[in-house]
């Protein structure tokens, strides 16, 4: 499974886009780019996927480089609801296996 | 449409005893998985089930154990417990076999004294 690299931290102001980037020099061709998040004391919740093409749903964008080394998932109005932690994680094509790392806190403030 | 439901949500049990917990996932979604949360070590995968079959495990000792039933629901099982099985366990479902997207539920909270 290829290693994300994310910061441990991160704040952002109430009503500002918030840019969480995360690392996975390691990927391969057929792995895809998933963002989780897991607010304090609920089970994680799926955000946004993507492989090659930047993404966006009602939640979030996903911008995955050109070369795939890299990814940043975008909230474009941070609410205070926002503040959880955010897990990055490549995954392969098959199966449902995924592996979190330590994420980062998202913390914002009003 | 219901999430996914774990019972119990907490429970305390202490060294030597077992375990089951249960896991009942989104209605028309086949795909079961656990993780298990700890402070220490975050959040490991420890089982997936698809259609009664498990199809993948995790790094875990073979005292951690679990099934798939034919309504998808699924248990898990953990034997002789140590003090290191306290965590936060997590099952998540999805409608796939080969999804990414899966749906989390609250977790049961298992404390071992």
């Given at each position: 499974d290829a290693k994300t690299t994310q910061p441990t931290s991160m704040d952002c102001a109430?009503?500002?886009?918030?840019?969480?980037?995360?690392?996975?020099s390691t990927i391969s061709g057929n792995e895809y780019v998933y963002w989780y998040r897991q607010i304090h004391s609920q089970g994680p919740q799926y955000i946004i996927h993507g492989l090659k093409n930047n993404e966006t749903n009602e939640m979030a964008s996903l911008i995955i480089?050109?070369?795939?080394?890299?990814?940043?998932?975008?909230?474009?109005?941070?609410?205070?609801?926002?503040t959880a932690v955010y897990y990055c994680i490549v995954r392969p094509s098959y199966g449902n296996k995924l592996v979190f790392g330590a994420g980062t806190i998202l913390r914002v403030k009003s | 449409k219901a999430g996914v439901t774990q019972t119990p949500r907490y429970l305390i049990k202490t060294r030597g005893q077992q375990?089951?917990?249960?896991?009942?996932?989104?209605?028309?979604?086949?795909?079961?998985?656990?993780?298990?949360?700890?402070?220490?070590?975050?959040?490991?995968f420890?089982?997936?089930?698809?259609?009664?079959?498990?199809?993948?495990?995790?790094?875990?000792?073979?005292?951690?154990?679990?099934?798939q039933?034919?309504?998808?629901?699924?248990?898990?099982?953990?034997?002789?417990?140590?003090?290191?099985?306290?965590?936060?366990?997590l099952c998540a479902s999805s409608p796939r076999e080969a999804s990414g997207e899966l749906f989390f539920g609250e977790g049961s909270r298992l404390t071992v004294l």
């Open positions: 109430e009503g500002r886009a918030a840019n969480l980037p995360c690392n996975h480089t050109e070369d795939r080394k890299s990814s940043t998932l975008i909230l474009p109005h941070a609410t205070l609801r926002d | 375990v089951t917990l249960s896991c009942s996932p989104i209605s028309g979604h086949r795909s079961v998985s656990w993780y298990q949360q700890t402070p220490g070590q975050g959040l490991q420890l089982f997936e089930y698809f259609s009664e079959t498990q199809r993948n495990k995790g790094n875990f000792p073979g005292r951690f154990s679990g099934r039933f034919s309504n998808s629901r699924s248990e898990m099982n953990v034997s002789t417990l140590e003090l290191g099985d306290s965590a936060l366990y």
